[in-house]
């Protein structure tokens, strides 16, 4: 009998990811395409939505060809894709807008204003912050800057229903991905009347309402025979890239919590019901009809390096230490000879701006502590422990919300630096266990599609697959020090908030060439 697998697709920021698996977690073929991040000013960070159809057509053909190649057959297919983008299709299903993506800041001032009115009652049903990335705030916008499109557009959705438009002739919505529009109500599963109200739309120009297990029959022709699959296979709906990152980490039963750090980073665990926090710190997420993702995700990761390198250390750009040690390996060696705590430098880690837990776009960058003592290494030392106290602030809104993670699981670039990895359990004051890696949102996109066609008994199997291959314990030394640190840096995180919107308004108006006169002039 041919050996059955299912493919997970992930349809992320730059590029989509596209794996077969088989139901022991073997990878079958895998393929990626990458495309362009669009941003004509630095507010705007937009994709094509074409360029995107195209690279999931060109993986799922791909990898689809080279398991039927092996004598394997598809079994399935589940979709993951980045959460919180927008676009418009008029009454003829013709495309109006880019797809605006979680990254885009175009409605700072939307979200601004939804805080002051009503936009914790809405969190509070809803589950997502409120905030630039989310939808609801960048249809305030669209209605506000751009009225002849919001007026024409017959359809708001995301990316990924855009592609199963596309494949299928359906406009689609699963559960997992509402729940981070800002529009769908948490507890009755429906879209929220108030959010549409605020946000101007009805509940037809959005799309129909399924779980993250809805399977999917009947491709287009067009699309089966571009694939060259058989229409009928069938492709689960799947969920978003967040909370099937959980699933690809092992982390699906409560208490177990995924932690990331590529470019910008996070911190999620699964709960059996919605769970909120009345300071509105943390999302809240579906990912299967009766589980729940929490936590929060941080801006600023692995860029606050690449940050620190650029400015501090070009000069180890052509560095012969050896073939084996890049640039990182040789800063994080200098850093690591460092003691922790930075001899007291603090560096607050915002320099794109803050998600979890303050939800606060205005937020910049801060070194605190600096001294005629302090050098490069100290700095690079400071980013790196910056980046873990802010991801440590969102277990501390966690906690505060009446959940506390037992057990972390990691992944990310930040796997591959021993100093990195040893700081986020001395910090955290825990044990931190890094899983094989299993592409991660491919890997939960799969598993789900094998849950929902029944060839896995429960999603929480999923952890006897994946292996441990690291893990670091609190040294106590190190655990004192930082102990020291950490409630400065949240005084400093919670305490600046009036300054970092005071000099974002001036980089504001330096930036467009205006200057407001004073009372003195």
Request: hydrophobic share 40%; charged share 25%; net charge negative.
């Amino acid at each position: 009998m041919s050996r059955q697998v299912v493919i997970g697709l992930d349809i992320g920021t730059t590029s989509t990811k596209c794996l077969a698996y088989d139901v022991n977690g073997e990878i079958h073929a895998e393929q990626e395409a990458e495309y362009t991040l669009y941003s004509p000013d630095p507010s705007r960070k937009e994709q094509d939505p074409d360029e995107i159809l195209k690279a999931v057509k060109k993986t799922l053909s791909h990898v689809v060809c080279e398991v039927q190649k092996k004598g394997a057959v598809v079994a399935g297919a589940g979709f993951s894709a980045a959460m919180h983008s927008l676009l418009a299709l008029d009454d003829s299903g013709n495309i109006l807008t880019n797809a605006v993506t979680w990254a885009d800041q175009r409605s700072v001032k939307e979200a601004e204003e939804l805080k002051e009115d009503g936009g914790h009652e809405l969190y509070l049903r809803t589950g997502t912050p409120v905030h630039p990335m989310s939808p609801l705030t960048k249809l305030m916008w669209f209605q506000r800057n751009q009225p002849d499109i919001f007026e024409r557009a017959a359809k708001w959705i995301s990316i990924k229903e855009y592609v199963i438009y596309q494949l299928f002739g359906r406009f689609l919505v699963d559960h997992s991905i509402a729940s981070a529009t800002g529009l769908f109500e948490l507890k009755t599963k429906q879209w929220d009347d108030k959010a549409l109200r605020t946000a101007g739309i009805t509940v037809d120009q959005l799309s129909e309402l399924v779980p993250a297990t809805y399977r999917m029959k009947g491709l287009t022709r067009e699309a089966a025979e571009e694939l060259d699959i058989d229409p009928d296979t069938p492709f689960v709906i799947g969920a978003s890239d967040g909370v099937l990152a959980n699933i690809g980490a092992g982390a699906v039963s409560p208490g177990q919590a995924a932690c990331s750090i590529g470019t910008s980073g996070a911190v999620r665990t699964v709960v059996d019901k919605p769970t909120l926090d009345p300071k509105g710190r943390i999302f809240c997420y579906e990912l299967t009809e009766d589980k729940w993702v929490i936590g929060g995700p941080i801006n600023n990761g692995g860029i606050a390096l690449q940050w620190i390198k650029e400015q501090l250390y070009p000069d180890l750009d052509g560095a012969p230490a050896s073939k084996e040690e890049s640039t990182f390996d040789e800063m994080t060696k200098r850093a690591s000879a460092i003691q922790p705590g930075a001899d007291g430098l603090v560096f607050l880690p915002y320099l794109m701006g803050e998600r979890a837990p303050f939800w606060d776009s205005d937020t910049k960058g801060v070194f605190f502590g600096l001294t005629l003592n302090h050098g490069r290494d100290h700095m690079v030392r400071s980013v790196l422990e910056g980046v873990m106290y802010q991801m440590y602030s969102v277990v501390i809104a966690l906690t505060e919300s009446g959940v506390q993670p037992t057990e972390y699981r990691c992944g990310g670039g930040f796997a591959r630096s021993e100093l990195w990895r040893q700081m986020m359990a001395d910090i955290f004051e825990e044990d931190i266990v890094f899983p094989e890696s299993h592409q991660g949102s491919c890997f939960g996109a799969a598993w789900l599609a094998m849950y929902a066609l029944e060839m896995v008994p429960d999603l929480s199997s999923v952890r006897d697959l994946i292996k441990t291959t690291l893990k670091h314990q609190p040294v106590e030394e190190n655990v004192t020090a930082y102990r020291d640190i950490k409630p400065i840096f949240l005084r400093l995180a919670r305490g600046l908030h009036d300054e970092f919107k005071a000099i974002s308004d001036v980089q504001r108006r330096h930036a467009s060439g205006k200057r407001t006169l004073s009372s003195s002039d």
